[in-house]
């Protein structure tokens, strides 16, 4: 039985697009609740005078936004080089 898309349809490279939509969905969507509860905690530590460990959540929070920032950026010049 033959399936009508199959001449059409590059099965391969749909299937990679697929692929790294999940892949990079996920791992934003990690980061971006990585940086929230970095924020999150060291505001609550600033509060509860405990400057080391803002200072730790701070820097777990910078670090996952500027992941997103980066991985926006990148998502951004892979499609302008298309």
Known sequence: MSVFADPIVD?????KVVAAALIAGISVTAAFSIAVLGVTRSAEMRRAQRALEAGA??????LGGAFCVAAIAGGILVMAQK
């Not at 099965?11 to 299937?15: E, H, R, S, Y």
Request: glycine share 18%; net charge neutral; aromatic share 18%.
């Open 11 to 15: 099965w391969a490279t749909l299937g």
């Open 57 to 62: 959540f701070a820097v777990v929070g910078v």
